[in-house]
C-alpha cells in the first residue's frame, strides 16, 4: 500500500513525463526522492481523462517489467501519445486531463464465482486474444459480474460469452487506484 506522498509523487511523475515529451525532450527523473518501494518493479496503468470524464488514454503493464517510479513515467508518456484509439495529446489539451494510475497486484487464474466487481480487474485469454479491464472500469459502468466477464471478452476482440468456454483463460488481479 503506497501513503499519500509516494500517490502524489508518482502523480507528478506522470504530470512532468507528459510535460517534458509536449516541450520536445526526453522525461528526465530525479531519483533523489524516489524511496526503495517505488523502486521495486511493478506494473502500472495511467489512465488519461477529460474533466468532463472521458477517457482520453490508458496504457501500461500488467507485469513488473521495471521500477514503480518508471513503470509510472512510461505509462503516462504511452496513454497520452500512443493509444491507438486516440490522436496524441496535443499542449491545449494538457491542463485539461486529470490522471488515474493503478498500480498492479499479483495476476491470478480464477474461477467466475470467485470475481468481485468492484475489487478485481479481469485478464480474458481465447487462443491468440486477450482483453484486460481494470477494477474501476466496472464501477464506472454500474457492471454486473457476467457484464463485466462479457465486456471483458468485448476488450479481447471475441464474442461476448468467450468467458464461458473451457478453452477461455480468466484472470484476476487487485490494483490500488489514485488519481488527481
Known amino acids: 500500500m503506497l501513503n499519500q506522498t509516494q500517490r502524489l509523487l508518482l502523480l507528478q511523475i506522470a504530470r512532468s513525463s507528459i510535460a517534458a515529451v509536449l516541450d520536445g525532450r526526453p522525461p528526465q527523473l530525479d531519483e533523489s526522492a524516489i524511496d526503495e518501494t517505488l523502486r521495486k518493479p511493478s506494473g502500472a496503468f495511467v489512465t488519461l481523462k477529460t474533466k468532463t470524464e472521458d477517457l482520453r488514454g490508458c496504457i501500461g503493464s500488467i507485469h513488473p517489467i521495471a521500477p514503480l517510479f518508471q513503470a509510472v513515467s512510461m505509462s503516462a508518456v ?70 463485466f466477464l462479457q465486456h471483458t471478452c468485448i476488450k479481447a476482440g471475441l464474442p461476448p460469452d468467450t468467458w464461458q468456454k473451457s478453452a477461455c483463460r480468466i484472470e484476476k488481479f487487485e490494483a490500488e487506484v489514485f488519481g488527481e
Open 78 to 147: 504511452s496513454a497520452a501519445f500512443r493509444d491507438p484509439r486516440f490522436h496524441p495529446l496535443q499542449k491545449h489539451e494538457f491542463e485539461l486531463i486529470v490522471m488515474e494510475i493503478s498500480v498492479m497486484g499479483p495476476i491470478v487464474p480464477c474461477a467466475t464465482d470467485d470475481i468481485v466487481v468492484g475489487r478485481d480487474g479481469l485478464i480474458i485469454t481465447h487462443g491468440r486474444n486477450a482483453g484486460l479491464l481494470l477494477p474501476q472500469v466496472a464501477i464506472e459502468y454500474s457492471w454486473t459480474r457476467e457484464e
